[in-house]
């Protein structure tokens, strides 16, 4: 550690010649005048973070100081008290450059929680914190969760002091879920948070009245937040039960994205609403619902279908590891669904596959034997979201081979 600076405080541990003090009231007499700065806190930029890019290239969200200030105030006063005791020992084990890692720090900071930040995601590193740290509560992502589920070594670890686990970024599955359930009994709460760069982090709280009943839901509004469900053919706002894209007005939306006023233009609309993306409703308790993405939405004959549906179906198979599933093209029904499939063993074949999925779908939503493929592994982002553009172009490249062979032949 070569300097370590000390703000409105006294160096009582540090070698003098490695400490800078930052006292405003000694400044002066210390030869380290500190220049005025003049800012904006609506204007001027604190975070420059990264939205995750699974449909897209990714793009740079622009967060004032006002975001981040009222993002802090929401979690201190709203959620922190419902979600996070001061007492529990934290640890991070998500990228501080995104979002979810940057509002589990935050919410660690603001509570005063003893807290342990991972460089780098293992199994054994990580059920050693939990164990010598007493780790009650974690926030985590659906694929580490899956994870851990499937690790023998969880076994071999005392855990029985975590209370709470709290999932984002994308759904979790029931499947995964309920392995959780089984393998730490001694979990009262698992909770599905959801938010999004764009807004600095969750715009609902997971941990609220009644949610543990509804944990498919992602929770009830936070105080500041206003949201309506819109038809995301004619914009006209919807109502209760009624699927369409989540908007939102919020004091943490952003400013924009960086250097890109066309992206910027179609997040917000003339109103100030910020177009989410995210399909979702309410129910009649104003509890939110998430069920697919508007960008990942297959149009099959005019209807859309939500890939994240037909996957949570296809996962409740016994002989599914993981499943990705795309919209290809077919110039009858416009796009048809397709699923990447890992299976734990060879005896699971598409035909058994979709035999088993198919009667519990309406029939556009249907998945032919011809259209399921299975891979080794499905190609992820590192918060463990599906790649599907990356699965659409090796799909489209692997189509034009065929044709390319078929032409030679």
Known sequence: MQKVFIADGENRSCPSQNVVQ???NRSQNDGLALPTVTFFPKQDIA????????????????L??????????ILENHFLPTSL??????VVILPIFHAYGICTLLSCLVAGCPLTIMSRFSIDKFLSILRDQ???????????????????????????????ITSATSPLHEETYMKLRKLFPH???????????????????????GSERKRSSIGMLLPCYEAKV????????????????????????????YQNQEATSVLFDKEGWLHTGDIGYYDEEEFFYIVGRLKELIKVKGFQVSPTELEDIILKHPLVVDVAVIGIPDEINGELPFAYVVRKDASLTEEMLAYYFNPKVIRYKRIMPSNIRFVASIPKTKLGKPRRKALLETYISEQKSRIFLKSRI
């Open 134 to 164: 007493k780790i009650q509560h974690v926030f985590a992502v659906p694929y580490i969760l899956k994870r851990i589920t499937s690790d023998p070594r969880v076994r071999n670890y005392d855990i029985s002091c975590l209370k709470a």
């Open 85 to 90: 005791n001061r007492h529990w020992p934290q």
């Open 47 to 62: 975070l420059l973070l990264f939205s995750s890019g699974t449909t897209d290239l990714p793009k740079g969200v622009m």
């Open 22 to 24: 930052l006292d405003a």
């Open 64 to 73: 004032t100081h006002f975001n981040l200030t009222a993002s802090i105030q």
């Open 187 to 209: 979990v009262t709460a698992i909770k599905q948070a959801f938010g999004m760069t764009e807004v600095m982090g969750s715009h609902v709280n997971p941990v609220f009245p």
């Open 230 to 257: 819109v038809d995301i053919s004619t914009g006209a706002e919807l109502g209760c039960k009624k699927h369409g894209e989540i908007c939102l007005k919020t004091p943490t939306a952003c400013a924009g994205y």
